[in-house]
């Protein structure tokens, strides 16, 4: 049956649990589940503001924003735009009840218990997909998603932070292709633009910009074989600057070629969040 099983409200900055929802569950995985919401809530500063993690039959889903990070654990079943509908709801109403300074001035766990009251009700609501409630957000929340897609984690990124062992299947091992980037650096921009200009003066003379294009495409989106697809938009560049010798002098081929150099290394330096540079090719 998918349902909603259990969901927490933490402060982001060191994990303090602020409020839970009230769990009678005795399974055993589905403790074990949660030992991993616990270990993962005091992480979250660390990952996308919105992430999924896929732990056998339960999901683990979290939001963050304000320093407040809301999560929960559903059936595997569940769909995925009613469980961030759900955070979205819990979000809203943590933001309005509780104001930032008193968040912050927290010492003690589950200061807001309180809050369990409107948690039980949201969930209950949510374990009724049919009640016209759920559905206010759900097409927002839906393009959103597409849009945006959630962070998946894997079992490697919640080992190597907590020493856990995830058991999950083999098929969400590495990094989803929905991952999002590291914030862009001055190079990168300077680098962009560069490519968008040499594309530019390829055009002029009658050249395609297709590799440019996708050099820049590759610096902006995560791609799988990211690194290979960069490496042979650079070797296109070459290939087309050695086209263009009889029409150029030997500095515009250099700068050309330098430009593409640069644009390949900074799509190498803009790793995934959570993910370590691999200079391997």
């Not at 933490?10 to 030992?35: F, H, N």
């Amino acid at each position: 049956m998918s349902m909603v099983l259990f969901a927490s409200v933490v402060r982001v900055g060191d994990g303090l649990p602020l409020s839970a929802s009230t769990d009678y569950e005795q399974d055993k995985e589905l403790q074990e589940t949660k030992r991993l919401l616990k270990g993962l809530s005091k992480k979250l500063g660390q990952f996308p503001d919105r992430c999924t993690l896929r732990t056998g039959p339960y999901n683990v889903n979290f939001t963050s924003s304000l320093g407040v990070g809301y999560l929960m654990v559903c059936t595997a079943s569940y769909p995925n735009v009613l469980a961030f509908c759900f955070l979205d709801e819990l979000q809203k109403e943590f933001i309005v009840t509780y104001d930032t300074k008193r968040i912050n001035s927290a010492m003690r766990p589950y200061s807001f218990i309180e809050f369990d009251t409107f948690i039980q009700k949201t969930k209950q609501r949510y374990n009724n997909p049919r009640s016209l409630s759920t559905k206010i957000n759900l097409a927002d929340m839906q393009t959103e998603i597409k849009l945006r897609p959630p962070y998946q984690l894997s079992p490697e990124d919640l080992r190597a932070i907590n020493g856990f062992s995830v058991h999950a299947p083999s098929k969400y091992k590495g990094i989803a292709p929905t991952q999002m980037l590291e914030p862009v650096t001055l190079p990168g921009i300077v680098s962009c633009v560069l490519s968008i200009l040499c594309g530019g003066l390829n055009l002029l003379r009658g050249v395609h910009a297709i590799e440019s294009i996708l050099q820049c495409y590759l610096f902006a989106y995560f791609s799988v074989w990211r690194n290979s697809k960069s490496f042979l938009a650079f070797a296109l560049i070459c290939l087309s600057n050695m086209y263009l010798y009889e029409l150029r002098n030997i500095w515009q081929i250099l700068f050309h070629v330098a430009v593409g150099a640069f644009m390949t290394l900074q799509i190498r330096l803009r790793q995934p969040l959570g993910k370590a540079p691999d200079y391997n090719v």
